[in-house]
């Protein structure tokens, strides 16, 4: 990595943590069953961090009918993102001066944060922000793993949300440019097992835990894009939201496609640069 992309990280999630991490606000609960049940390797919530918050807000509105409600005020607001009245993630404020890019950050359950933070460093990775303790979301460390993925580890307060396929976050994926490390680190990081999709057209693989299937990794398809983990937003009819969100000023990164998942799959990058993939849940693919 290059050392100017490498300060640009820094300060996009140095943005991210010190515009959101206000001690003045009482953040959103990752579950609000409050049964104090986790499922380690689950993702739990998804923030965007945005240089234009309002913007963001705009574009997501448009294309998904999502709401927002605003926590704190000035440069450490956060948007607290709702579907259907469900709090489902946030936005944070990324200043202009520290970037122009946009990029969604999934938090990752695990058992202990700092354990979690260590086995990163040991291995490779770098910490972004140490283990904290956020009023209302929980114990919370963000990392970047060995191969560049950014993540945020988390222990919530409340307990992790039911392990369902029927959510707005309907999968995250992680696109890898060093499969056989990145397979050897979750593994380590967290209790999965691995099954490789056979009938996938190309090398896949998903992580389970619990007898459910949490997450999937695959050969990144981006060119000289760093190592990511993609979060993907459930749609019920792919080509009508494709097109809202090019008209609301997305790129498509790829169009919906018979010869990729028969069609339900699409790949967007929003205005601000975040991508995410959207897809039609339909159980035979």
């Known amino acids: 990595m290059k050392p100017k992309t490498k300060i640009l990280l820094f300060l ?16 959103p609960s990752i579950s609000t069953t409050n049964t104090n049940v986790h499922h380690p390797g689950q993702f739990v919530w998804h923030d965007l961090v945005s240089p234009n918050p309002k ?8 294309v998904f009918g999502w709401t927002f409600t605003t926590l704190g005020s ?17 936005i944070s404020r990324l200043a202009p001066e520290n970037g122009t890019v946009g990029e969604w950050i999934g938090s990752i359950s695990v058992a202990n944060v700092s354990d979690a933070v260590e086995y990163n460093k040991n291995n490779g990775g770098k910490t972004i922000f ?38 707005t976050w309907l999968w995250n994926e992680l696109w890898t440019n060093d499969m056989e490390a990145s397979l050897k680190y979750y593994k380590g990081l967290i209790p999965y097992q691995v099954n490789k999709v056979e009938q996938a057209k190309d090398t896949y ?7 459910k299937k949490l997450s999937g990794i695959m050969a990144n398809p981006v060119d000289k ?19 809202k969100a090019r008209n ?26 975040a991508k995410l993939a959207l897809q039609v849940l339909n159980t035979s693919n």
């Open 74 to 90: 000035d440069d450490s607001s956060y948007h607290v993102i709702y579907s259907n009245s469900k709090a489902i993630g946030g």
């Open 205 to 211: 693989y998903t992580f389970n835990n619990g007898g």
């Open 225 to 243: 894009m760093r190592t990511s983990w993609i979060p993907y937003v459930k749609v019920h009819n792919i080509n009508t939201i494709v097109e």
């Open 55 to 62: 913007a963001s807000m705009e574009f997501y509105k448009n």
């Open 248 to 273: 609301a000023g997305a790129s498509i990164l790829s169009e919906p496609s018979d010869d990729i998942r028969n069609g339900t799959l699409a790949v967007i990058q929003d205005p601000i640069g």
């Open 130 to 167: 140490k283990a904290m303790s956020i009023k209302g979301r929980g114990k919370t460390a963000l990392v970047q793993d060995p191969q560049g993925a950014i993540v945020s580890f988390i222990h919530s307060e409340s307990g992790d949300p039911k392990v369902e396929i029927n959510q």
């Open 12 to 27: 996009i999630f140095t943005g991210l943590f010190f515009s959101s991490c206000d001690e003045s606000i009482t953040y």
